[in-house]
Antibody
Framework: QVQLQESGPGLVKPSETLSLTCTVS????????WSWIRQPAGKGLEWIGR???????NYSPSLKSRVTMSLDTSKNQVSLNLSSVTAADTAIYYC??????????????WGQGTRVTVSS | DIQMTQSPSSLSASVGDRVTITCRAS??????LNWYQQKSGEAPKLLIY???SLQSGVPSRFSGSGSGTDFTLSISSLQPEDFATYYC?????????FGQGTRVEIK
């Protein structure tokens, strides 16, 4: 059974960089896209971007200038860096696996989420 | 970006009721439409993929339909554990986008 676990600081100061890690167990991170999705308190889901082995990335246009994602296959980890954060970046951050087959493309496994607050 | 619009934003229903939620895409997404259920304090859970395929382990009272721009999620007989927020999501192109959510509450 694939399991995802997000980790990182729960509090980040404005203008600094938010850095999170998603550790994947029960399966390899190779051959899948791994996405980061966030959810401000009481609001909906926002896709931040995704990454795959080989350095392939796709980012949300609204966040592209501030986002970097990467994989560490030796540690089975996915990382997210979001620079120049403001209070608007306060949210629960989820990592999710995107599974693709002939039938469709889905976020089939999710982490439990990690809450990040941007405040001085 | 493809905009996903759900309706209603919230609804109140009783156990045993049939519930239908609609999702409209701002352009055709073929059948690249997924539905997720999110309970309070939990991560979203995949219910329906490719518009109408039931994810393994999901009760058969859940069903999905549609293609192109208009989609529906139906719950044939609402159960106590179904009170949650439901999101549609397009997987046709990046950026992936979600509907704003439909909160299903107890009447």
């Amino acid at each position: 059974q694939v399991q995802l676990q997000e980790s990182g600081p729960g509090l980040v100061k404005p203008s600094e960089t938010l850095s999170l890690t998603c550790t994947v167990s029960g399966g390899s991170i190779s051959s899948f896209y791994w996405s980061w999705i966030r959810q401000p308190a009481g609001k909906g889901l926002e896709w931040i971007g995704r990454t795959q082995t080989g350095g392939i990335t796709n980012y949300s246009p609204s966040l592209k200038s501030r986002v970097t994602m990467s994989l560490d296959t030796s540690k089975n980890q996915v990382s997210l860096n979001l620079s120049s954060v403001t209070a608007a970046d306060t949210a629960i951050y989820y990592c999710a696996r995107e599974y693709t087959n002939s039938s469709g493309r889905t976020f089939d496994y999710w982490g439990q989420g990690t809450r990040v607050t941007v405040s001085s | 970006d493809i905009q996903m619009t759900q309706s209603p934003s919230s609804l109140s229903a009783s156990v045993g009721d049939r519930v239908t939620i609609t999702c409209r895409a701002s352009q055709s997404i073929n059948s690249y439409l997924n539905w997720y259920q999110q309970k309070s304090g939990e991560a979203p859970k995949l219910l329906i993929y490719a518009a109408s395929s039931l994810q393994s382990g999901v009760p058969s009272r859940f069903s999905g339909s549609g293609s192109g721009t208009d989609f529906t999620l139906s719950i044939s007989s609402l159960q106590p554990e179904d009170f949650a927020t439901y999101y549609c999501q397009q997987a046709y192109t990046t950026p992936r986008t979600f509907g704003q959510g439909t909160r299903v509450e107890i009447k």
